[in-house]
């Protein structure tokens, strides 16, 4: 809504559309005396100025935008003079007399014409037609005044006129004649004859015996006057000029100035004690202490819009910094500093009285006709007048106010009336005899949380020593006046206690309205002005109750000091006094004080960081998180955090309530709404009210510092929201940090649960049902609030405390478990956690637990924990889950097996302890090619080796997982066939048995594929799933021989590829050159090697032969079948054979050897064998081919290899350069025939 000066700051003043310069005649010096303005019904600006030498002149504006000329017109009693668009006289008729000066103007259209009434220097009163430009009327207004002697002769110049007009009593003028000792109000009113004439009636004349009239206003009917009297204090009266027949002007109780003295106590700061009252609301003004703070410091530098707490800051370094430059001595006592601290603070104090008292000084009165506002216009603030309420009226008003009943509104009986102005007037006595320091020890009382009752008591003590002025006795007087005490009482306390039962609707104003009403409602009361008027009414209420409900309790307590001498009922009526009417007294009292006490605190200002905690901590409440509206205050007008509440919260609560109530299209008046809106809010605060909006808003708002406070100090006494009262208090320590204090907090406020409004709304917002009863439903918020926070141990500690609530509730009690689990998990508590999980009665949630362990404590490397817990009825589960995890994750980068396989060993349970790391071996051979995977899987299969011996014979055996199984983890996925369907068939199962000497393969096979990749590591991305047979040529390859036979012996494999790799590695180094040398010796230096001493320096040719012939010693074969396939592999690459591979062979298998030689057409060397063969026959060397006994007559046990040899002369014939060895084996065959001829004869004849 915008303000009706918004434009005025984009016209430029001097333009000639929006100004006029006012003319100046010949002769005539001076500037106006009086003036007055108007605008017509056709927009025209009309400004009418009183002429210094008489007579009244108009100066007219055209109408907002629209071009036209400034009229200038001159109203005379002899004359008219007129000019348009131009500034000199056309006609100047007639003399103007002094006594015409007109000292007070005024205006009113009526019919398309506008009269103007002026109140002349002579007294006399005119009236012009601006139309007609003549006068009407002339009237003497002394005739309206008796004993007017002397009175002509006086000038007149405070003489002063107003109008009102309304539609039933029309237009009102009230002329007040400035007379010394005797001013007097006259009311008069317009009346028209029938040929147009006029006349004034006279309709009421009001005197005032006050001195100096400072402004006053006429309403249809009253008069409003603002005096200043011989003290310069402000005078504010009222008066109904009609229904007064007494004469008696109503009062108006103005805020009095700040106290002209501050009471220190003796255990407080002077400096502390000032700052606080010096700055406290609504006694400064910050321009006030500014300016004497510039005084103070005698300095030139103006202090601009610096914040409150800057300007406290800059006041404190002012007053210290002339008190310690006025100090001389370097040493003096506490008590000296004292004294100076409180000479230099008053010092500072007096000037801001100065300039407080000199910013209030009157300049004006205004009364809104239409809705009744009145408004102070002081020279540094404008005051507001509000009704006065009908207890404080009785309490504030003089005693000649108190004489008559019918001005106590508050009751109906006369007769209780009477007693309450007795009882009023009493209450005034006291308040008259309670001293300053008393006044102020009541007040820390209060502030210390100390027993009101007491307080009084030594208030009433102190009072009854000091009374030299028989103060007690007059009250005494008094008090025997009052017929009902008791009733009266009532009557006061019913009045003052504001508590409710009314709902308070949170809901939107004004709905099913038109969107220009509910726009205008949301705004109504809603500026800064308008909030700081509500709430310091509020503050004064409180101030002023606070008071009256300390002089009540102190009259109560001096009651029953009199006893039976006061009290016509005797001891029933003191026994109501004692057990109702003073408590009820006492928590009045505490109650107004508490309403004073945050009427004055201050908001805090708060940080974006902790404004974004706190929306977050009401988002977990789930709780209104509307951040607190930005207010377009000035930094030096500071805000209350009760009018914090009422512009975040309460004015639409209340405006809300007052639309409700208000009847259609009645006129809101400000005197009933202003009083509806100040009770609404103070009622919105009273702490004994179920409403619980107040400490919400201070939480919301994350006026952290000043809640603690509210809730100290309704501690002791009040006993509604006790509940809510300590949630919020814990929401306070939360903020602070202070967490085990919160959690107490919240812990007492659980008890209250079901009883209080908000605690209800707390709980009552759980989307689902998880929470049996409303308790529980509040342990859960807490706990997430203190999750949010990040306090895992109170979270702990509630949440026990929340089970033993949840007995039959078996879903929370698991929730609750879980919550303990696991921050009991996140702290590093793993034995607590390990208990929470046991107690959970939710298996599902229980297994979500034991999985969360198994893998925290992995992640965390704390497996001796893990694996030592019992695991009662859980043993499989958490196999399950660890097998599921092992199975599922990286093999390198999790140890899930050997977790399960610790697991397994720590419970005695071997076999499965092996089938875990048989398992993990043979994952490791598929899934992690690399030296390090064959690493682990040569360890995995000596472990499981391990265990498998470690348990008896019988059972030493494990499952193994063929070939294409799959595994079937806990919640799995289904699995689908290649068309995308549900595999309708169960997976088929196939297991092998494994016993020990299948591991031992394992084993030895896993060995060599590593031994292969230490020596050989690219061979590491092959070998770890190869085969035995492959295994064998792989080893060979790399010059692995002893490994090769080692594997092959172990899986009974033949050697034979074996020895022929080695010979073929043999002939390369036979033909090779250095290089193949150089290589040579790293694999060979891989294989055992006999140690033969050598005196010579051997080659690596000669190891190699060396190595083969330890092989063939080493692992003999039936039939030489070994050196066959060496020799077979020399021949065939065309090598020589070795000397003594060949004498080795031929002891062995000549037959053979000769075969070899035949197939490789090696003729000559077969020839020599046969010829030493069948040498070795006859006897001559049998030895070295292996015959026992040589061909003899007792030993005929002797064959030759027919089939070859016929081959070999068959082969011999056919080249006739083998003719000579042809020769040679002929014969030695034939020598041969003969002599086993001769050996079998002689065999025969022996028989």
């Excluded at 009236?127 to 002697?149: G, H, I, N, T």
């Excluded at 409303?774 to 979270?795: A, F, T």
């Amino acid at each position: 809504m915008q303000s009706v000066f918004t434009d005025v700051g984009k016209m430029s003043l001097q333009d000639p559309s929006h100004s006029a310069i006012i003319p100046s005649f010949v002769g005539q010096t001076g500037s106006p005396s009086t003036s007055t303005a108007w605008l017509s019904h056709q927009g025209e600006a009309h400004y009418a100025l009183a002429s210094p030498a008489g007579g009244i002149m108009v100066v007219t504006l055209p109408p907002h935008d629209t071009q036209g000329s400034v009229s200038v017109v001159e109203l005379k009693r002899s004359s008219m003079m007129q000019r348009l668009s131009g500034w000199m006289p056309t006609a100047i008729r007639g003399e103007q007399s002094p006594a015409d000066l007109a000292l007070s103007l005024v205006v009113r259209e009526l019919e398309e014409d506008s009269f103007i009434f002026a109140l002349c220097q002579d007294h006399r009163l005119r009236m012009w037609s601006f139309r007609e430009q003549v006068c009407l009327l002339e009237v003497d207004v002394l005739e309206y005044m008796p004993a007017c002697k002397g009175v002509k002769r006086l000038s007149g110049q405070g003489h002063r006129l107003r109008l009102a007009f309304s539609s039933t009593t029309g237009l009102c003028l009230s002329v007040y004649l400035a007379v010394p000792q005797r001013g007097q109000f006259t009311v008069l009113q317009l009346v028209t004859t029938d040929n147009n004439r006029y006349s004034l009636e006279h309709i009421s004349t009001v005197f005032t015996t006050q001195e100096t009239l400072v402004d006053f206003d006429l309403t249809s009917t009253d008069i409003w006057g603002l005096w200043v009297d011989d003290s310069n204090t402000t005078v504010v009266k009222y008066i109904n000029f009609e229904h007064n027949t007494a004469g008696q002007w109503n009062q108006v109780f103005v805020q009095p100035p700040p106290e002209e003295e501050v009471h220190i106590g003796v255990d407080q700061d002077p400096r502390e004690t000032y700052l606080e009252v010096l700055f406290s609301p609504l006694r400064f003004t910050a321009s006030a202490i500014v300016k004497a703070l510039q005084i103070y410091r005698r300095g030139s530098e103006r202090i601009t819009d610096v914040s409150w707490e800057t300007l406290k800051k800059e006041v404190t370094v002012a007053v210290e910094s002339e008190l310690q430059s006025s100090v001389t001595e370097f040493e003096f006592s506490q008590e000296e500093y004292r004294q100076l601290q409180v000479e230099f603070w008053s010092k500072f104090y007096a000037c801001c009285l100065q300039y407080q008292e000199s910013l209030s000084m009157p300049l004006g009165l205004t009364v809104n006709h239409h809705t009744g506002l009145v408004c102070l216009l002081k020279k540094g603030l404008v005051s507001f007048l509000l009704p006065c309420f009908a207890v404080d009226h009785l309490y504030l008003s003089y005693d000649e106010y108190l004489s008559s009943e019918e001005e106590t509104p508050i009751t109906e009986d006369p007769e209780v009336g009477r007693d309450v102005l007795q009882l009023v007037q009493c209450l005034r006595l006291v308040s008259d005899a309670v001293s300053g320091e008393m006044a102020y020890e009541m007040e820390k009382a209060l502030e210390h949380l100390q027993s009101p009752e007491r307080a009084a008591e030594l208030v009433l003590e102190n009072m009854l020593s000091n009374d030299n002025d028989n103060v007690i006795e007059d009250i005494q007087n008094k008090l025997q006046d009052i017929r009902n005490p008791m009733a009266a009482m009532m009557v006061l306390q019913r009045e003052m206690d504001l508590e409710t039962d009314m709902e308070v609707a949170e809901g939107p104003i004004a709905p099913g309205q038109s969107l220009n009403m509910r726009i205008n409602l949301s705004q109504m009361y809603g500026s800064s002005t308008a909030v700081s008027v509500v709430c310091q009414a509020v503050c004064h209420m409180a101030m002023t109750r606070a008071l009256f409900c300390r002089d009540l309790l102190i009259l109560q307590k001096l009651y029953l000091r009199f006893g039976d001498n006061v009290f016509l009922g005797g001891g029933a009526q003191l026994l109501q006094l004692q057990q109702d009417l003073i408590p009820r007294s006492s928590q009045l009292l505490s109650s107004y004080y508490l309403l004073k006490h945050i009427s004055q605190s201050l908001a805090s200002s708060v940080p974006m960081d902790i404004i974004d905690a706190n929306l977050q901590h009401l988002t977990v409440l789930e709780l209104s998180d509307t951040p607190a509206l930005s207010t377009n205050r000035s930094v030096l007008s500071p805000q209350t955090v009760v009018e914090l509440f009422y512009q975040t919260l309460a004015r639409k609560i209340i405006i809300s309530q007052i639309y409700c109530q208000q009847q259609s299209n009645t006129l809101l008046l400000w005197t009933h709404m202003i009083s509806n809106v100040v009770n609404l809010l103070a009622q919105l605060l009273w702490p004994s009210n179920p409403g619980f909006q107040f400490p919400e808003c201070l939480m919301a708002n994350c006026q952290y510092t000043q809640l603690q406070e509210y809730v100290r100090l309704i501690g002791p006494w009040c006993q509604v929201n006790i509940g809510s009262c300590r949630f919020m208090l814990g929401q306070c320590y939360l903020a602070n940090g202070e967490g085990q204090k919160a959690l107490q907090c919240f812990q007492e406020a659980a008890t209250e649960v079901e009883k209080e409004e908000f605690l209800v709304r707390l709980t009552g917002t759980e989307e689902e049902e998880t929470a049996s009863t409303p308790r529980l439903q509040y342990y859960n918020k807490v706990l997430r609030l203190l999750e949010d926070v990040g306090l895992p141990e109170l979270v702990i500690q509630l949440a026990s405390l929340a089970i033993t609530e949840a007995v039959s509730d078996v879903n929370s009690q698991a929730a609750l478990w879980t919550r303990i689990f696991k921050h009991h998990l996140d702290l590093g508590h793993n034995n607590e956690a390990y208990e929470a999980l046991t107690q959970n009665p939710d298996s599902s949630m229980q297994l979500d637990c034991l999985r969360q362990l198994v893998v925290v404590l992995c992640e965390r490397s704390q497996l001796q924990d893990l694996v030592q817990f019992s695991y009662v009825n859980l043993h499989d589960e958490v196999v399950s889950i660890i097998e599921s995890r092992a199975r599922g994750l990286d093999l390198l980068a999790h140890n899930y097996y050997e977790l399960l396989y610790a697991f397994h060993v720590n419970r005695h349970n071997y076999r499965k302890a092996g089938t875990v790391m048989f398992e993990l071996g043979m994952r490791l051979g598929r899934e992690v090619r690399t030296r390090l995977g064959l690493q682990k899987q040569v360890n995995c299969y000596l472990a499981a080796l391990n265990c498998l011996r470690l348990i008896r014979p019988e059972y030493a055996w494990i499952v193994q997982p063929a070939s294409g199984a799959v595994y079937e983890r806990p919640g799995a996925s289904p699995k689908r066939n290649s068309d995308g369907e549900f595999s309708s068939e169960p997976v088929k199962r196939q297991v092998d048995i494994l016993e020990l000497k299948d591991l031992e393969k394992e084993y030895i096979l896993s060995r060599s594929r590593l031994t292969l990749a230490q020596h050989h590591p690219p061979s590491a991305a092959i070998a770890g799933s190869a085969s035995a047979v492959e295994m064998v040529a792989l080893l060979v390859q790399t010059g692995l021989f002893d490994s090769a036979l080692s594997l092959c012996q172990t899986f009974k494999l033949s050697l034979s590829p074996v020895f022929e790799g080695l010979a073929f590695k043999c002939i390369r180094l036979q033909f090779g050159g250095e290089e193949t040398q150089n290589e040579a010796w790293s694999w060979l230096a891989d294989n055992q090697l006999s140690s033969v001493v050598n005196t010579k320096e051997s080659s690596a040719t000669d190891e190699a032969w060396r190595l083969l012939a330890s092989y063939l010693d080493r692992y003999p074969s039936s039939n030489g079948q070994h050196h066959r396939c060496v020799i077979n592999k020399l021949l065939s690459h065309n090598a020589p054979l070795p000397d003594w591979l060949v004498k080795s062979y031929k002891a062995v298998d000549a037959a053979s050897l000769l075969r070899l030689y035949l197939n490789f057409d090696l003729l000559e060397a077969a020839a020599e064998l046969i010829l030493e063969y069948v040498d070795a026959l006859l006897g001559r060397g049998h030895q070295y081919f292996g015959i026992e006994r040589p061909l003899s007559a007792t030993w005929s046990s002797v064959w030759l290899p027919y089939t070859s040899i016929d081959q070999l002369l068959q082969a011999l014939t056919e080249t006739q350069t083998n003719s000579s060895i042809y020769n040679k084996v002929r014969d030695k065959l034939d020598e041969y025939h003969k002599l086993v001829d001769q050996t079998t004869k002689h065999r025969l004849l022996a028989r």
